[in-house]
């Protein structure tokens, strides 16, 4: 068997594996390791090691001989500089803030104080409780960029309500579930520093770059919500007084500034301190969780519990990230240096695409990988074997990822593996059917795939930003 067969096999036993359930980032290192150890096996170094445990029978050093005869192998010196790079990665070290601010700002009693704000702001408008709830959704996920999160306490929050303003089950869900996983777009986004990470393009030319492209998906979202409730009154009632309260206007101003602009102005801080070069994503995220923190004290929401809480779980996503960096170097680098790389990019080339069909072919593989995997994994594994395709294609590595950010929006939202369905599914009133907020999510899919269209279509919708602040 050649090198390039062993790396093609080592690829498909690593889709088996993760089939079967096994742990992605052990899996990857488990293998990169493995099929390492053959890749960089060197016999005569192997047997001089062994030859000196010979020579040195019967002495007590015969066990470490032996153990530096075994371990006298390239993939562990190779693992070792991977880890190495991932820990001292300054791109990543934003990951761990902004995880931190997004936990703090879920356990800060802030998004209930949103939405009820919102609600009443918006109450004469169509569908004004759907509204509310997307507008939340966005802002909410902008802060923690955790669609799990923001999918469930949506769902404890604004579903309840919707349910009790007579509106329609699947419309009501299909609201929450594609709003919660807005966070994976719009800026400050932890998958787009995961992207920068894997494939060395600017984090802050990917912020620029994903601002229309989201706010685009947000305004399809809204004219899809206002435009059904128009034509379709009887799935989204207008509110009686009982339900939302007509409040005076200087009372409603009050409202706004206690609850929507602190938490806009903490988002616009840390987003525009990025964006014009005041602070770099580390320094804003950690402006951010400073922020989260001193909202939660202003709110009188923080508590030890609460702060251990955030600290744990901001420690246990990391930590996921960050191994599953350090397995996919490990695995890339050893599925690269036995030809596996150049085996994909030669067949790829022999198809004879034009750079259109490729990203198509490409987005495709994304939204099908979407249904098994999670957005990190994807990211961290499959997106860089596309990247050194992308410049025999001549399409630019910014305008790919946000076109991949767009793509991942469908993999939380494409049944049968939609984990925001299964996450609002696990909160909902047991009469919810799963059917039911599969069949609402349908519409808000629509709208990604037009996003995606408008995209191909009208490229500078993702380049206009970055070009006009930082040029070409």
Known sequence: MTDPQVALMMLGLFLIFVFLGFPIAFTLMAMGIGFGYYAYFDARRMWRSFD????????????????????????????????????????????????????????????????????????????????????????????????????TLMGLLALPAMLKARYNP???????????????????SIMLIVYAAASGVSIV??????????????????????????????????????????????????????????????????????????????????????????????????????????????????????????????????????????????FVQSLNLSPLMFLLLAQLIIFLLGWPLEWSEIIIIFVPIFLPLLQFFQIDPLFFGILVALNLQTSFLTPPMAMSAYYLKGIAPPEIKLTQIFSGVMPFLLCVFISMALMYIYPQIVFYLPELMYGR
């Open 52 to 151: 000196r445990l010979a020579e040195e029978a019967g002495s007590w050093d015969q066990i470490s001989l032996w153990l530096q005869g075994f371990f006298n192998n390239r993939i562990f010196d190779l693992f070792i500089n991977q880890t190495y790079t991932v820990m001292s990665n300054e791109v990543l070290t934003a990951v761990p803030l902004f995880l931190f601010m997004g936990y703090i700002v879920e356990r800060a009693n802030i998004v209930d104080r949103l939405f009820s704000t919102l609600n009443v702001a918006a109450k004469n408008m169509p569908g004004s409780m759907g509204v509310a709830a997307l507008i939340t959704c966005a802002l909410f996920a902008t802060a923690t960029g955790i669609v799990g999160a923001v999918v």
């Open 170 to 188: 699947s419309f009501a869900s299909g609201i929450i579930c594609a709003g919660g996983t807005l966070g994976i777009l719009i800026p400050p």
């Open 205 to 346: 030319r990917l912020y620029a770059a994903a601002l229309l492209p989201g706010l685009t998906l947000v305004g399809l979202y809204l004219v899809y919500v206002i435009g059904r409730s128009i034509l379709q009154p009887s799935v989204a009632p207008r509110p009686s007084k009982e339900e939302v309260p007509d409040v005076p206007a200087l009372r409603l101003l009050f409202m706004i500034f206690t609850s929507f602009v602190p938490l806009a102005f903490l988002i616009l801080a840390v987003l525009g301190s990025i964006l014009f070069g005041l602070a770099t994503p580390t320094e804003a995220a950690s402006i951010g969780a400073l922020g989260g923190i001193f909202l939660a004290f202003v709110y009188r929401a923080m508590t030890w519990q609460r702060m251990r809480e955030s600290v744990y779980l901001t420690v246990r996503t990391t930590a996921m990230v960050c191994w599953l960096f350090v397995g996919s170097y490990t695995f890339s680098a050893v599925f690269s240096y036995l030809g596996g790389e150049h085996v994909i990019s030669e």
